[in-house]
């Protein structure tokens, strides 16, 4: 078998989140009645004029800084012309030799498969630019039996349009690389996230080569892909039929395909067409988009702290694992949450906060389907069970069913933890007098561990504290279980 390389590149539409649209007043909000969202500019009417929108620019700067780009001092505004039922105008507002963003580049981490043998490893992919603009409405195939609809509420909605260079190999790269960008978008509030909804999808550009080759081979492009499962499937699916392709005496044609997530593959859809088939002229109704240092510095300023930073800081500060300080900087609302648990736990005690976020938080959350802002224990209640567990008043085990009685309850008092320690008696034994009875029943109902221990097996007495802790219903203390049952026995 020869082998093969994979070379990808993805283009990204990344919807801005702005009140207004790209180049006119009407609103961005989703869910409305169809066109009822489209003024003047947006269904073309003669004589209508676009307007550039300064918060849509401000957020593709904000883009640009975080990922180390150039922003440039003057970018123009295009006219790209392409007939569609739902691009009225006969063109889309986009840009073109003139970016507002160029250059810049995204570190991701890649989980790689075990096949692979790479493990997880770090890759930074090259950004070629990112531009700005506008959307283009929407056809309605399913509401008209044998016609189709339009609604131009999308139309003219910002888009940033984010361009890397074909650095990614696998299709876990680029997925990797997809989950960054879309955190990034989303951590620095300039895109909702929201792929059901369209407001981040994909392109795929795909092609394969022999490894050493030093031209790319010819590519496909998979457009819309709204989900990473499906951006991850179309890709493998693409290559293999780009390999097989080959192998067979064929050779890949350049051209757009769409991916079937009925069956899995994907198809023709159309021919690609060159930058010239577009008839790019910058836009006469649009002044040059001028950008000056002082406007750029004081975006600079507003920027919060980016995740790969925060990554960082919290390995240092809070002697986290990489892999512990990655799950806890995927979203701002996941690292304030921490940081709110750290702050009332104490620094000393930062991993074990990390452990309850990654373990019994995030595992509730995704059993529930919800995301971190509709969390029913909140920073401050978890903090008290970690407190308690620390100080020696309750168990982990214990501290476990009050996390999940706070959940159920979905209660709101911040002292939740002690409520339910009273109220249920959760207490640890650990007042000597009664342990010291229980341990003497455990001790005189397990004969057999009792002389396998003494005769040398030190490992018996894991079993004789769990049967200790099963007698006081998880509320006794196991170390100190632990060492009183050595004590009895020696
Ligand atoms: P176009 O303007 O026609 O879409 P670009 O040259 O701007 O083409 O590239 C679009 C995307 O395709 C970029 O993300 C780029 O990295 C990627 N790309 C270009 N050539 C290849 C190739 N041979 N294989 C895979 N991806 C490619
Ligand atoms: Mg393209």
Not at 96 to 118: D, K, M
Not at 328 to 355: C, D, H, M, P
């Amino acid at each position: 078998m020869m082998k093969w390389e994979q070379v990808i590149g993805l283009e990204t539409h990344a919807q801005l989140s702005t009140k207004s649209k790209m180049f006119s007043g009407a609103s961005t909000q989703f869910g409305a009645a169809p066109n009822t969202q489209a003024c003047a500019v947006d269904i073309a009417l003669p004589g209508s004029l676009p307007v550039a929108n300064r918060a849509a620019i401000e957020q593709a700067i904000r883009f640009g800084l975080a990922v180390d780009a150039t922003i440039s001092p003057r970018s123009v505004f295009s006219r790209k012309h392409y007939f569609y039922p739902d691009l009225p105008k006969g063109y889309q507002i986009s840009q073109y030799e003139f970016p507002v963003v160029q250059g810049g580049s995204i570190t991701t981490r890649v989980e790689a498969n075990e096949r692979s043998g790479l493990g997880v490893y770090e890759k930074t992919i090259r950004l070629i630019r990112a531009h700005l603009e506008e959307d283009a409405g929407k056809s309605l195939h399913e509401d008209f039996a044998g016609m189709t609809g339009i609604d131009l509420n999308r139309a003219g909605i910002p888009l940033l349009e984010i361009v890397t260079e074909p650095d990614m190999r696998s299709a876990a790269e680029a997925v990797a690389y997809a989950k960054t960008l879309h955190s990034l978008v989303v951590w620095l509030n300039i895109c909702d996230g929201n792929m059901q909804e369209g407001s981040f999808r994909c392109d795929a550009n795909v092609s394969v080569r022999r490894p050493g080759d030093q031209e790319f081979g010819i590519r496909t492009e998979i457009k819309n892909l709204n989900s990473f499962r499906f951006l991850e499937e179309s890709i493998q699916y693409e290559v293999c039929r780009q390999i097989r392709l080959i192998n067979s005496g064929g050779t890949v044609i350049q051209e757009t395909r769409l991916y079937d997530t009925n069956c899995g593959k994907t198809r023709a859809m159309r021919s690609k067409e060159n930058a010239h088939d577009y008839r790019y002229l910058p836009d006469p109704d649009l002044m040059p988009l001028i950008i000056d240092g002082e406007w750029i510095a004081k975006i600079r300023r507003s920027l919060p702290e980016l995740p790969n930073a925060m990554r960082r800081r919290f390995i240092g500060q809070y002697g986290l694992l990489e892999y512990e300080a990655g799950i806890l900087t995927t979203s701002q609302a996941f690292s304030t949450y921490y940081e709110q648990v750290v702050s009332r736990v104490g620094i000393a005690n930062a991993k074990i906060a990390a452990n309850w976020m990654i373990g019994e938080l995030t595992s509730q959350l995704n059993r529930d389907g919800l995301n971190i802002q509709q969390t029913r224990v909140s920073a401050i209640q978890l903090a008290l069970i970690i407190m308690r567990i620390v100080d020696g008043t309750i168990s982990n085990k214990i501290g476990k069913k009050i996390f999940s009685t706070i959940w159920h309850e979905n209660a709101s008092d911040e002292i939740a933890a002690d409520r339910i320690i009273n109220a249920k008696k959760f207490k640890q034994i650990s007042s000597s007098n009664s342990l010291d009875t229980i341990l003497d029943e455990v001790l005189a109902a397990n004969p057999k561990f009792v002389n396998e221990y003494l005769s040398g097996k030190d490992r018996v007495l894991n079993a004789l504290v769990g049967q200790a802790m099963k007698a006081t219903k998880g509320q006794a203390n196991p170390q100190q279980v632990n060492e009183l049952l050595k004590k009895k026995l020696s």
